[in-house]
């Protein structure tokens, strides 16, 4: 039996989830769990001290810890990533930790950051002992902007300044593009601050079972998760055991490491109690870590006919007080400026700052939708300049199937060369135009005379599958059933039902044969977690060849038991059979010899690149400037699908999310520094009347890279959304939009001074 | 500061079809009761100031948002959540148009939306998707970008309606 994989099957995971039966981490309190609450900085930066002593007398209260209290016994948040060495010489990657304490101690650097930790009989008790805790500020000058920051004092005083990290991606004589340029389009593009806002906040559970200190947490990496509690705690990794529940959505807010996860973990075990710190809105948007806020000045040249000469961006990133995934986001950021197209001269350079911001990690995406937009944005705009259609600049330069496989000059983050393994972008762009044809435009206008209708297309390039690795376990269970674990976590992308066809493939069993247990350290001893669309290429070649080990090994096992040799075994209904015979044992009996187990540490070469198109048309009220998206469509192009159905899903909510971020969604501050989205009246998510139907359109391309012809989706979706949106606007309305959250405010704006064109915002600056 | 007063109240209220009496802080609200009092734990908290309607429930037939209820104010009222309507087949259809139409992926806000979903269609709601997407524009979903959702609310209308 075999062909699970590419099935469509219904999701194993939907069953407890539609009868209200999920449980998530604020699910699993039980009678005698303790509860905590953080109180956090409400100033954005000021010399700190705190007095706790009203809230450790108050009723109910059973601990309170302050930043002083860890000092000696939980160290900083450990960073999550180090570049590969080749990649750091070939682009002068430079970075710095900032050591983010997990507790404020003499200062904070952004309102939210978490002071101290209240913990009592219950919820209530906490919160209202947190609000007794004293902490008096000292006001700093608040660093508000990426730009002024770089010039501003250290606000890490073991740092020399504010700069965290550094890159320069180049190749080709780019002064030498820009000297035989017909159009050199010179602009700078700014993407606002928002992030995965994911329903669920965060949530984290401690309890000490059996002397062994267990933390459940709502978290994308729970092995990173471990090893940075280990490393704060001098804690031996053995003693610790790090699962998650159900999540309830992460897009890189939960691949993160938190200071209020190592915080709870630590007093758990110091107190040997069970501790549940469920995290509210408020605080998740305060927070919770925060994405993009980039700013790129930009440079491109073109010929008469609007082939790309030369491409140069000089980006900056605020990273808020810091950011654990700072070589991930800056690095994206600057190889996927490269886009899919034939640039023969390229300059990215790059520059990231700390700032009195909240935190920052990834966001869908990760620097890929800013380098998208940039770059299409640009070449929207030599198209205008050389009166060419948007469509036919993109077809001149898109890489097509005789170019590709096609080689960079650069090294990728994991110090390969890189090499798009793609198959014919040009096809998929013409496929994405085919999705929305012009005399859907027309109808689409014709159906909204009230609204200015305009539409507009994006391509993106993405690298997908990143290493170094991911496991997959699969192990025999006595019954002859199947347990298949893996490091990649699952916050809803349907890892249950998705390893379980992989396996089940490699296995000749039935999906509903294989029991998923995913994102749990102690069903596999090492993982790496899900973000960066890698989990079916990493953990889904991991459980495909760790099926196929056992298998082969219960075949052998068979023969044994048959009297036979192996290469007679082949496998039967339920099991074994000796071949041309009915002769057979099956996987129970198979299973009753004793346990099989494997583990496989999955490592690919290098990322499996996926390319695609985004066309979306935009209906525009020009007296209320409010814009709605009546129509969209994409083309990708990826790998073998495991389950089109979730492959879809995944396309689907990433454009969601992209139609969010480029008219709705943003993290906005004062000028005092003070966050001003708080609410979800302020920080606006899409809702069912904002999202049309995506239309999809998946095109195949076979990839050598790993063994089940894989490639990523997890973000495909989000990264064109705000260039395609951008476009389509300015089609609608004439305008030049150069800035994310595109709001109505700025669009009526930009109707009032039409000869000013579009000019939402002063860039900060980008040197 | 001052002392918070935890004044207690007693609540009578028929939850999921069953008579339920509990003496409960007159602070506590209506979420917090079924999910830390009746472990009702289906019902999600997403954002508890009324806007993501994950924390949806039917009272007395029509939904609220159990984040904005204080369960004083259920008192005399029947309730229904999510696990009540699950274990009664209410929903068993709509239930099934979701899972086929993959319109949940986390499954966070699911609760809220087959509540606000119930409600519509026990209302006699069309099979109109510009219809259905005003009556869950109360509803957040993160993940999916709603179009499963929308067409399986359509799918179960339009089957009820025969």
Known sequence: MSGWVGAAVRRSEDARLLAGRGTYVADMAGRDTLHAAFVRSDRPHARITVDAREARAAAGVVAVHTGADLAGRVGPIPMLTKPDPDFTAATGFTMVDPALPCLATDRVRYVGEPVAVVVAGSRHAAEDAAELVDVAYDPLEPVLDAASALAAPPLHPHLDANLA??????????????????????????????????????GVLARTVGGRLEVWTSSQIPHQVRTAICAATGWDADSVRVAVPDVGGGFGTKANVYGEEIVIAYVAHELGRGVLWAEDRAEHLVSGAQGRDQTHR?????????????????????L????????????????????????????????????????????RGAGRPEACFALERSLDLAA?????????????????????????????????????????????????????????????????????????????????????????????????????????????????????????????????????????????????????????????????????????????????????????????????????????VTWAEVAAEGPLDEVVLFRP??????????????????????TGVLAYGVAHEGGVEINPMIVEGQVRGGVAQGIGGALLEEYAYDQDGQPASTTFAAYLLPGASEVPDVAVTHRMAWTDRNPLNVRGVGESGTIAVYPAVAAAVDAALGTTVTTTPITPRDLVQARRVPSAGYAPVAAGGCA | ?????????????????????????????????????????????????????????????????????????????????????????????????????????????????LVAAAEYLDEGGAPDEDAIREALSGNICRCTGYQGIIAAVAETARARRG
């Open chain 1, 605 to 626: 070469p290098t990322v499996t690149w996926t390319m695609g198109a985004h066309v979306a048309v935009v209906g525009v009220d020009a007296e209320t400037g409010v």
């Open chain 1, 165 to 202: 990290a550094e890159i320069t991606c180049a190749f080709g004589d780019v002064a030498a593009g820009h000297a035989g340029a017909a159009v050199t389009i010179e602009q700078t593009y700014r993407m606002g601050r928002h992030g995965g806002v994911p329903l669920e906040c965060r």
């Open chain 1, 384 to 584: 205008r300049e050389l009166g060419i259609d948007p469509v036919e600049i993109r077809r001149r330069n898109v890489l097509t199937a005789a170019d590709l496989p096609y080689a960079l000059p650069l090294p990728y983050r994991d110090g390969v060369p890189i090499s798009y393994d793609g198959g014919d972008f040009a096809a998929c762009l013409d496929a994405a135009v085919e999705l929305v044809p012009e005399a859907e435009v027309a109808r689409l206008r014709a159906a909204h005379p009230g609204l200015a209708v305009g539409a507009g297309v994006a391509c993106y390039v993405e690298a997908t599958g990143r290493g170094p690795f991911e496991s997959g376990r699969v192990r025999l269970t006595p019954g002859g059933g199947f347990a298949v674990a893996a490091g990649s976590a699952s916050a809803g992308q349907g890892h249950e039902t998705t390893l379980a066809q992989v396996a089940a493939d490699a296995l000749g069993v039935r999906p509903d044969e294989v029991a998923v247990r995913v994102g749990d350290t102690d069903a596999v001893r090492e993982g790496v977690g899900t973000f960066a669309s890698r989990s079916a290429v990493l953990a889904g070649n991991a459980v495909h060849e760790a099926a196929g080990r056992l298998a082969e090994e219960a075949r052998v096992r068979a023969a044994g038991m048959l009297g036979v040799d192996a290469e007679k075994v082949e496998p039967g209904p339920g099991g074994f059979a000796i071949a041309g015979t009915e002769t057979g």
């Open chain 1, 298 to 318: 930009a440079r491109l040249s073109v010929d008469a006919d609007g082939r790309v000469l030369a491409w140069e961006d000089d980006f900056l990133i605020d």
């Open chain 2, 1 to 113: 500061m001052a002392e918070v007063a935890v004044e207690a109240v007693t609540v009578r209220v028929r939850v999921n079809g069953r008579d339920v009496v509990e003496t409960v802080a007159a602070r506590l609200g209506l979420a917090d009761f079924l999910r830390e009092r009746l472990g009702l734990t289906g019902t999600h908290l997403g954002c508890e100031h009324g806007v993501c309607g994950a924390c949806s429930v039917l009272m007395d037939g029509v939904s609220v948002r159990a984040c904005l209820v204080f369960a004083a104010q259920a008192h005399g009222r029947e309730v229904w959540t999510v696990e009540g309507l699950h274990d009664t087949g209410r929903i068993a259809d709509l239930q099934d148009a979701f899972a086929r139409n993959h319109g949940l992926q986390c499954g966070y806000c699911t609760p809220g939306f």
């Open chain 1, 320 to 363: 808020g007080a810091g950011s654990l995934w700072a070589a991930g986001i800056i690095a994206n950021t600057a190889i996927h400026l490269a886009g899919p197209y034939r640039i023969p001269a390229f300059r990215a350079h790059g520059r990231a700052a700390f700032t009195n911001k909240t935190i920052v990690a990834q966001y």
